[in-house]
C-alpha cells in the first residue's frame, strides 16, 4: 500500500530578489513568470498531480495574502487540506513545525513534504518519483532533503554535501551556506556538492523529536499559537501573539544542520528556484539572439539579456548580459551577473521611506480610483451631517452631545472641550466643501457654548463641562487647546467674526501658561503635571498649519517649525520608523511599556502633517520620515484578519491594544492622500483600499449616520454608543477624499 503523504507549500516569501515586479503586497509566488499560471498555482498543481497514494494538501500562508491565495485555491482539488494562515511571519522553522503539528494531529505519524511555493518543476512525474525513492529513509526516520547536481558554479543556493550512497539515497555530511564564486568553481569540480532545493520529507513524529532535541523553545511556542487557533471554510487562523512569540529562525540554522543521519535524494527533476533575474534568463522562451523579452518591448541589437516591461513602452539598444525590468513606477537596471544583488537596492529604499517596496501599482490588482465616491458622498452629505445637525446638538443646554445611541438619541455626558471644538471643526470642514446645511448657525451655536461657559480665569480653555454647562474640570490641558486653537481657525475662514480674536487670546494663554519654561515643548496642563506626551504637540502641529492657512502669517509657520524640531530630536525613533507617546520631563522615553507604546493611528497623522508641513516650508525631506511613519504602520500595525490599524503596537510590532477603532481608518486615508502626492508610488490603489475597510468594518454596519468605533481582532464590535469626538476624523478624511477624486465625479 502506497503510503499517505501529507503535502505543505509554504508561501510566506517576499522574493525581494525579483524587485520591482515581486513586492511584500504581491510576492513572486503570485505572479505569473512564464506563462502558465502562478508559480503558488503551479505548486499546488505539481502536489495534486500524485500518480498514487493519499495526499492532503495543506498551505502555509500570510493572512495579508489571502484574497491572493484563495484565488489561486480555486478549482483545486485539496484532499481535505486547505490553508494555514500565519498573522506574521517567523521564517521556515515555524512554518515546518506547524506543518509537523497539523500532520500529527489530523493524520498521525504520516510523511510529511514541505515544498516552497516558488520554485519552477516542470516534470511533476519526475518529481513524485524522486519523493517516492526518499519515503522509505523518511519512514525509517530519517529526516530526508533533495538536491540538485549543480550544472555551473552558482553562488545564490545553498550546498548539500554527501557522502556513502544506498539505493539512490546519499548521507548528508553537511549544509554549507551560499558560497562565493571561487568556493563554488571547488564544489562544482569537487563532485559530491548538491544544490539545496529546500524540499524536505520526514515523518511528522521524526520532526517533532529534532525539534524537542535542538529547538523546543520554537516547538512549544508553535504549538500554543496551534492550539488557540480558529477555523472556519476560508482557512485555520493563529493568534497574532501567540505567534509573534515563536523564535524566528531558519528550519535550516535550527534543525537541519545540527541533526544527525540526514538522508539526500538527488532530484530526478528539473528544477530552477527563480530567485534572480538571471535565472528567469536561463529558463525563459529566448529569442535568437538570446534575449528573453516580455511586455511592451523593442529591443534591438541585443544580446543574452532579460528586458521586461510591465506598463509603458520599454526600448533598448546595443544591451548585453544585462536585466532591464521595468514597472509603472520603477525600472531596475544591471548586468544578469549582478542581479542577486538586488536586495541591497531593496534595503537601500526601505532605508529611505520608500514604498515602492511594499505596494503595486498593477491597473489589473485594484479599485477604480474613486470607486466610493458615490458611497461616500452619499453617507457624508445625506447621512451622517444631517443626523448630527440635528441629533448631535444639544438645543437646550447649548453645545454639542457627547455621544449618540445607535437609536441616534442623545447621551446626557459630561461634554469635553476637546469634543465641542471637534464639532465645530467638522462643520466648518463640510461648509467649505460645498454643504448646503446650517454649517455658520452649528458654528456659532459652538463657539458660543465654548466661550460663554468654558473659559478660564487666566483665559484658557477648561476640560470638561457638566451637560447643563457648568464646569466639571476645569483643568487646562494642551490637548484641549489645541483642538480649540484648531476649530477656531477654521471658523475664521468660514467668516466667524468671533474666532480671530478668540484665537488670539487662546495663543496668548498658551505662550503664558502651557509652554514649558526651557522653550522644548508643551507642558500636559498649566499646572505642569503629568507624563509629557507627543500627541497634544501633534495637534498644536495641526492648528498652526490651520491658522497659517487662515492668516498667511509666518508666525504660525514658525510655531510648527518648532514642533517639528522635537519630532526629529526626540519622536521619532530612526531604527524602527516608530513615533513614541510618552516620555519623562527631559524627553527620553517613559519607564517600562509605556516607552515602548507606539500607536499606528497617529503614525498616519503624523505622515499628513509632516507632509503638508513639507510643503508649506519647503522641507522636502520630510517626506522620507512621513513614508517611514506610514510603512512603519502599515507593516507592524495592523491586524491581518481585518487590515484595520490596531489600537496601539510596541516598537517591536507586538500588539498592546488590539482593539481597532474607527478614528485611525480613517487618519490612514488621510494620510496616503498626503504621500500619494509627494513622489512616491502611486497609492490611489491603497486609498481605496482604505476607503473600503472603513465602510466595510466601521461605517456599513452601523445605523445611517451612525459607526460602529470600536472592534475587536476577529473583526466583532465593541461599541455601546457612537462618540461625536470621532465625527471630525471621519468628515475631514472622506471630504479629502472627495477632492482628491473629484475628477471622476
Not at 511584500?24 to 512564464?34: A, I, M, R, V, Y
Not at 524540499?199 to 535542538?214: C, E, P, V
Not at 477656531?488 to 478668540?502: E, I, K, S, T, V
Not at 503614525?603 to 513614508?627: I, K, M, P, V, Y
Request: charged share 25%; with cysteine.
Amino acid at each position: 500500500m502506497t503510503e499517505r503523504i501529507v503535502s505543505f507549500v509554504m508561501s510566506g516569501g517576499v522574493g525581494s530578489r525579483l524587485w520591482p515586479l515581486s513586492r511584500e503586497d504581491n510576492p513572486k509566488q503570485f505572479h505569473d513568470l512564464s506563462g502558465d499560471g502562478s508559480m503558488l498555482a503551479k505548486t499546488l498543481r505539481r502536489l495534486t498531480a500524485r500518480p498514487e497514494g493519499e495526499t492532503p494538501i495543506f498551505l502555509i500562508a500570510a493572512e495579508r495574502h489571502a484574497e491572493r491565495v484563495h484565488a489561486d485555491l480555486a478549482g483545486l482539488e485539496l484532499s481535505g487540506g486547505g490553508p494555514l494562515f500565519e498573522p506574521t511571519g517567523r521564517n521556515t522553522a515555524a512554518a515546518v513545525a506547524l506543518a509537523a503539528l497539523r500532520t500529527l494531529s489530523e493524520f498521525g505519524d504520516s510523511l510529511v513534504l514541505v515544498v516552497p511555493s516558488d520554485h519552477e518543476i516542470a516534470t511533476p512525474k519526475q518529481f513524485w518519483q524522486s519523493v517516492e525513492v526518499g519515503s522509505e529513509a523518511a519512514l525509517a526516520g530519517r529526516l530526508v532533503v533533495f538536491g540538485i547536481r549543480p550544472t555551473q558554479p552558482e553562488t545564490g543556493y545553498g550546498y548539500i554535501e554527501v557522502s556513502g550512497e544506498n539505493s539512490g539515497v546519499f548521507d548528508v555530511s553537511r549544509f554549507v551556506e551560499k558560497p562565493d564564486l571561487a568556493t563554488a568553481q571547488s564544489y562544482l569540480k569537487a563532485g559530491t556538492f548538491y544544490w539545496n532545493t529546500g524540499i524536505f520529507l520526514f515523518r511528522a513524529g521524526a520532526m517533532r523529536d529534532a525539534f524537542a532535541a535542538f529547538q523546543p523553545d520554537i516547538w512549544q511556542a508553535t504549538e500554543a499559537a496551534y492550539k488557540a487557533a480558529t477555523s472556519d471554510l476560508s482557512g485555520l487562523y493563529m493568534p497574532l501573539e501567540l505567534y509573534a512569540a515563536i523564535p524566528s529562525n531558519s528550519i535550516d540554522y535550527a534543525i537541519m544542520e545540527r541533526a544527525k543521519d540526514i538522508a539526500m535524494v538527488p532530484a530526478g527533476f528539473r528544477w530552477n528556484d527563480l530567485g534572480s533575474w538571471q535565472s528567469l534568463l536561463d529558463v525563459g522562451p529566448a529569442d535568437a539572439n538570446g534575449n528573453v523579452v516580455v511586455g511592451d518591448v523593442v529591443a534591438i541589437d541585443c544580446e543574452n539579456s532579460y528586458i521586461r516591461g510591465d506598463g509603458r513602452l520599454l526600448s533598448a539598444i546595443g544591451m548585453k548580459d544585462v536585466a532591464i525590468v521595468s514597472t509603472a513606477d520603477a525600472t531596475f537596471v544591471a548586468p544578469v551577473s549582478h542581479s542577486q544583488h538586488v536586495k541591497k537596492i531593496v534595503e537601500q529604499l526601505e532605508k529611505s521611506g520608500r514604498l515602492e517596496t511594499r505596494f503595486t501599482p498593477a491597473h489589473d490588482r485594484v479599485i477604480e480610483s474613486g470607486a466610493w465616491r458615490r458611497r461616500v458622498h452619499h453617507w457624508l452629505f445625506e447621512e451622517t451631517l444631517p443626523l448630527w445637525s440635528t441629533a448631535g446638538v444639544d438645543e437646550r443646554h447649548g453645545g454639542f452631545h457627547e455621544a449618540l445611541g445607535f437609536d441616534a438619541q442623545p447621551l446626557m455626558k459630561p461634554k469635553r472641550m476637546r469634543t465641542m471644538a471637534r464639532q465645530v471643526y467638522a462643520f466648518a470642514v463640510a461648509k467649505a466643501r460645498g454643504w448646503d446645511g446650517p454649517a455658520d448657525r452649528l458654528i456659532t451655536h459652538g463657539i458660543a457654548f465654548m466661550a460663554g461657559k468654558g473659559r478660564t480665569e487666566k483665559g484658557g480653555w477648561v476640560r470638561t463641562l457638566n451637560v447643563d454647562g457648568s464646569v466639571a474640570d476645569a483643568t487646562e490641558d494642551a490637548y484641549d487647546h489645541s483642538c480649540v486653537l484648531l476649530a477656531l481657525a477654521h471658523a475664521h475662514m468660514c467668516g466667524n467674526p468671533d474666532a480671530l480674536r478668540l484665537g488670539e487670546e487662546t495663543f496668548s494663554f498658551l505662550d503664558a501658561h502651557l509652554e514649558d519654561s526651557r522653550m522644548t515643548g508643551f507642558l500636559e496642563t498649566s499646572d505642569g503635571e503629568g507624563d509629557r506626551r507627543s500627541n497634544p504637540h501633534m495637534h498644536l502641529l495641526e492648528a498652526f498649519l490651520a491658522w497659517y492657512e487662515a492668516t498667511g502669517d509666518r508666525t504660525y509657520l514658525r510655531r510648527a517649525a518648532r514642533i517639528i524640531d522635537l519630532f526629529r530630536s526626540h519622536f521619532f525613533d530612526a531604527e524602527s520608523w516608530t513615533l513614541g507617546e510618552f516620555f519623562d520631563a527631559g524627553w527620553k522615553p517613559a519607564a517600562g511599556e509605556k516607552g515602548t507604546w507606539t500607536e499606528p493611528g497617529h503614525h498616519f497623522e503624523w505622515a499628513s502633517l509632516l507632509t503638508d508641513f513639507a510643503a508649506r516650508s519647503g522641507q522636502s525631506e520630510l517626506s522620507n520620515f512621513a513614508r517611514k511613519l506610514y510603512a512603519s504602520a502599515i507593516a507592524n500595525g495592523l491586524n491581518r484578519a481585518t487590515g484595520l490599524a490596531y489600537g496601539a503596537v510596541s516598537r517591536q510590532g507586538l500588539p498592546l491594544d488590539l482593539v481597532s477603532r474607527s478614528w485611525p481608518q480613517a487618519e490612514a486615508i488621510k494620510a496616503a492622500i498626503a504621500l500619494d502626492g509627494s513622489g512616491g508610488p502611486d497609492l490611489k490603489p491603497e486609498i481605496e483600499a482604505r476607503v473600503g475597510r472603513l465602510f466595510r468594518w466601521h461605517i456599513d454596519p452601523a445605523p445611517l449616520g451612525l459607526w460602529i468605533d470600536r472592534i475587536d481582532e476577529r473583526g466583532r464590535s465593541l461599541a455601546s454608543d457612537v462618540p461625536a469626538s470621532i465625527f471630525y476624523h471621519l468628515v475631514c478624511a472622506l471630504t479629502q477624499y472627495l477632492d482628491g477624486t473629484a475628477q471622476k465625479g
